[in-house]
């Protein structure tokens, strides 16, 4: 069935592209982090989210108290995303009140009936899997679809890059967190190609699992900020001509 996928002529495209022309912004979130030095690094480079995975099979799993360890000694206040696999809506729910986290983010085989009644924001990612988004973006009501890649056997996207094209057509109607693959040198290609809400980056930023690299993080953010202000002067151009 194909009624998950959204036309690229989807009127909600319009719609958002007058909003972007207005004031566009576009969302960073470093995800993955295990250490409080690289969570310092990540703010230092711009980014507005920083990604924690409780996830216990994750190479960069931390548990809540750690979490919430690493936020309290950054000195400042952040937005902190928590990343969950399948775990019950009342950990997540504590441990989103532990870790005094903006946004919770799901990312294994949840159902929105379980989870609807969260206190926080919800993030539901998405994969394009079979010709179709898995889980159906319409039966879950997110602020954000984390647009991942696709990787046989695991819940993240393994370093893959995703599908853009589908995710643009994800990102015409829906706020799109893009995620998969994404570095430095090819963020820039992605943004152009997806126009999401945001991007997301975990192995990009890396000098190994749980370890980022400053230089890298400071590099992707550039890149990031970099097209995010020429999509702008596009789309105004656009505009202006139309």
């Not at 982090?33 to 216990?56: I, M």
């Not at 005094?100 to 206190?119: F, I, K, M």
Request: aromatic residues 8%.
């Amino acid at each position: 069935m194909l009624e998950n996928i959204l036309s690229c002529n989807d009127p909600g495209e319009a719609q958002r592209s007058q909003t972007m022309d207005r004031s566009f912004t576009l969302e960073i979130k470093i995800c993955g982090l295990t250490r409080a030095e690289d969570a310092v690094a990540a703010l230092e480079a711009g980014a507005d989210y920083l990604g924690f995975v409780f996830y216990p099979r994750s190479p960069r799993a931390v548990t809540p108290g750690t979490a919430r360890k690493i936020i309290d000694s950054i000195g400042v206040s952040c937005n902190a995303v928590g990343v969950f696999v399948n775990e019950t809506p009342e950990f997540v729910e504590r441990t989103a009140r532990e870790c005094q986290l903006a946004a919770v983010q799901l990312h294994g085989d949840e159902r929105w009936c379980e989870y609807g009644g969260l206190s926080v924001p919800l993030w539901r990612a998405v994969w394009f899997r079979g010709g179709i988004w898995v889980p159906d973006p319409q039966s879950w009501r997110a602020e954000r679809y984390v647009a991942d890649a696709a990787a046989p056997g695991i819940y993240g996207g393994g370093g893959r890059a995703g599908c853009w094209k589908e995710a643009a057509c994800l990102a015409s109607g829906r706020k799109v967190m893009l995620a998969g693959g994404l570095t430095p040198e090819n963020v820039a290609d992605a943004i152009a190609a997806v126009r999401p809400a945001g991007v997301d980056v975990v192995s990009g930023v890396e000098a190994a699992p749980g370890r980022k690299d400053r230089a890298k993080l400071f590099a992707f953010v550039k890149a990031v900020r970099l097209a995010a202000e020429k999509l702008r002067e596009e789309m105004l151009l656009g505009r202006d001509q139309s």
